[in-house]
């Protein structure tokens, strides 16, 4: 059992944080970058930390040509805010999330875009069906701030088959529908869920 209460089936292994413990690490990441002023920005960026210290993890942002990235890293790989080397043992322990750059969009109309698809599959086919399309924006948006229809047919499979079971909580009418729900979602598009295999 983790300091925040998830066994350690949960976090996918010993040293690996937890899928809603990096998107909380995201949610106060961005938060921070949005902050109106500096006591917002420090508060969120104390929390962050508080919460990664307690994985034994620690985070910085990564600026790349056309994006920037949050990266989360064990803090025994870290002396003095730097990464040393000699101390990787296992670069998949690592955890990159992209906070800018998906295509044209950055991450705001990214979400933004997808939390109207949801809404609008909730208004049509109901809440149940909507709660699901909620999963999958939060999904799409925080793990690979994207439009829900660029999702690949590897993603829509990890988001059924680890994320939703894992992250989302849902009920057993959830459950029952939730490839039906993807498939709303995409009619709401003008691009084809054709490259997923579980048509």
Not at 2 to 15: I, K, V
Not at 145 to 163: A, H, N, P
Request: glycine residues 8%.
């Amino acid at each position: 059992m983790t300091d925040d209460g998830t066994s350690d089936s949960e976090t996918g292994g010993a040293g690996e944080l937890p899928a809603r413990v990096v998107e909380e690490a995201e949610r106060l990441t961005r938060r921070a970058r949005e902050a109106v002023d500096d006591e917002e920005e420090a508060g969120a960026l104390r929390a962050r930390d508080r919460l990664l210290a307690g994985h034994e993890f620690t985070a910085r942002i990564r600026s790349e040509d056309s994006r920037e990235v949050l990266v989360l890293y064990p803090a025994e790989w870290v002396t003095d805010g730097t990464v040393q080397p000699g101390r990787i043992d296992d670069l998949d322990r690592g955890v990159e999330r992209p906070l800018s750059g998906a295509g044209d969009d950055d991450w705001t109309s990214v979400d933004a875009h997808n939390r109207d698809l949801a809404r609008t599959v909730e208004r049509i086919h109901g809440e149940t069906h909507g709660a699901n399309a909620q999963a999958l924006a939060d999904f799409a948006g925080n793990h690979y701030s994207k439009r829900i229809e660029r999702l690949t047919g590897t993603e829509l499979e990890l988001f059924l088959e680890e994320y939703y079971p894992r992250n989302v909580w849902p009920t057993d009418d959830q459950k029952a529908v939730v490839e039906e729900s993807v498939r709303l979602v995409f009619r709401q598009t003008d691009e084809s869920v054709s490259s997923w295999r579980r048509r």
